[in-house]
Every structure is written in C-alpha cells, then in structure tokens.
C-alpha cells in the first residue's frame, strides 16, 4: 500500500491498512458545516459540532493504530461561527438551505449549535477537536498559526477580518522523528534573546551574533546553499577568508507561518498551498517514508511528498477528485512518479 488514493469512505477503508504502515499523516478534513461535498458519507455535515468531532476521533483511532510510533500528524483545521454559513461568514438566520457557491453549496445548517452557544459565537472547532484528540490518547505538542497574508475578505464591522486557520502537531508518542534542522529558517535581525537549540544531544543557547560566530556552528549558514554539508563546508572556508558577512544567521522555526493561499484552479474546494505543508513533510517524515492523507481532496499531499522523496497513501471519498489528483500527480510529476 504506497503511492495510490483509496476511493470510499475513510473510516471504512483505513481498516485495511496494516498497522504502524505510515510514518506522517498531513490532513485537512472538511471543516464543521461548511461545504456540501455532494457525496453519501461525507465527514462536515453533521448536526451538530459534537458529532463531528466524535467523528473524527474514531477516525483518528485507526490513523494511531496505522502511524508508526515515532509518527505524527499535522492536522490543518479552521474555525466557523455557530450558526453561520462557514469560517467567517455572518450568522445568516434567512437562509437555511444553503447558498450557491461555485460548484459547491455553501452549507448552512440551522441546527448547528452547541450547546447554549449563541448566534455568532465562535465555536472554536479546531481547538475541540484538539481537546478530544488529547483525551483520546494523544499527544497535542503544539499550534502552528497558519497566518494567510491574502485572507478571503469578510464584510464584517465587529471584529476583525480572520487570517488564520491552525495546524495542530499530534504525536503518538513522548518521543517522535522531528526533524528541526530541515526546516531552519532565516533569523531576521538579532533581538539579544535567548533561543536554545539542540544538535546531536549538545545544547546551543545564547541567540547573538558574537557567540554564534566564535563558536562556528553551522547555525550559520552561507545564503541560499541547500545542502547542509555544503553550506558547512563554504561557511568554514568563507570565515577562513574573512567573508563572515555572507553568511546568513538560522534559527528554530518559529510557530507562526505565513503562507499565501493559492487555490488550485482545477479544484472547485478548499486545497491547502503546497507551501505550507512543506515544512510538515520535512519535518515529519524522513526520506522514502510514507505520509498519509485520509481527505486526499485534489492530491496536494500525493504531490508534495513525491515532490520530496517520500511516499504517499491516501483516500477519498469522490472518485472524481481521485482522478483529479492521479492527473495533478502526473502533470506534476510526471514519469518520476
Ligand atoms: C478540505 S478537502 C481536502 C483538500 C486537500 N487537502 C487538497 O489540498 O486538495 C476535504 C476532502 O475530504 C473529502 N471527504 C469528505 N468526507 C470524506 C470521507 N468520509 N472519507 C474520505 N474523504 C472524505 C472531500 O471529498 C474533500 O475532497
């Protein structure tokens, strides 16, 4: 079970993956209440937010029993208001069959409310999933912000226009594969601040400028070098040679991310930039691993981890966005894949 998309429904067809198969699960399951995908079995339109997160964790069981142990899950969700049409919209309390959106129906359920939440509260779905997943047995290690530069404009006057969705990193155990050094990232300017960093069981702290150069540790890397060697090896010869002001100062990625939303233009649903799980494939997966995506949607996590070296296993519920990935993988990938 490598490099194909299962179609049907996730729940059911996970049972058929062996356990501990997959190294990384990187996901955006449909978000509570807000698009009708057309299709029997659909995950997003339950009544209410309880049943869709206790929907997802009886999916999340079988994803534990399939991860490997050193495994982790890179969970994209977004948050709606209750009663509203989806993230971000206003409560709308005329229109309760669903508003015509592109090729979708923006589905807007009247019954969505959780418990004596009022209109226009904000449910906070993401942040009970996150909760539900912990209670089940997971670890929650942390909220990535994944802040949109070009958010979807809202024509709201009482609060602000939202810019960002989360990415939640679950792992199956204390200890998992993370990778922190491939996905470094530009230190801009120097704050004086204290930023410890690990490598290869020795501590770094001490975030300036002058202790990073007197200690010559490839924190420091020459510009826009990628592999690591290389950069190591230049940095030395380029300090021997006193050109230390080419090299570029690195540094622990940091928990905020911002990526442009680019939608993919054969899809007519919500894909997420191949940008932004970049960082959650390097990080989560190594080399020739296997990351799973149980709502394959158009395949951008097929793409991205054949794009990298790593291998993908997927499933989704559409068999027309099943072929809609198998083309994007090709026309992406071509015969490489
Ligand atoms: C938000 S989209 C995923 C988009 C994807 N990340 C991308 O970049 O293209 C969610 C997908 O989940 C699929 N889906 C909904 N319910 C499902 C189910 N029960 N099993 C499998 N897939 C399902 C939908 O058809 C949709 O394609």
Redesign the pocket.
Known sequence: MINKILC????ALIKDVPDEHVNCVV?????YGLRD?G?D????LEKSPKEYVEKLVELFREIHRILKKDGTVWLNLGDSYNGSGGPGSQWDNKNTKGIKSGNFKKFNNPNKSVGNLKPKDLIGIPWRVAFALQADGWYLRQDIIWHKPNPMPESVKDRCTKAHEYIFLLSKSAKYYYDAEAIVEDATGFDGRKDTYFKGGVKYDGFNEQTMLSRGHERWRYKNLKEKGQQTHIMHEKRANGLQDELSPIRNKRSVWTVTTKP?KE?H????PQDLIKPCILAGCPENGIVF?????????AVVARKLNRNYLG????PE?VKLSEERIYNELGMFN
């Open positions: 049907g429904d996730a729940i996901t955006s399951p449909p978000y995908y299709h079995g659909q995950i997003g993919y899809a649903f919500a894909t997420y995506d149980p709502f394959m949607g158009s395949g951008t996590t499933i989704e519920l559409n966005y």
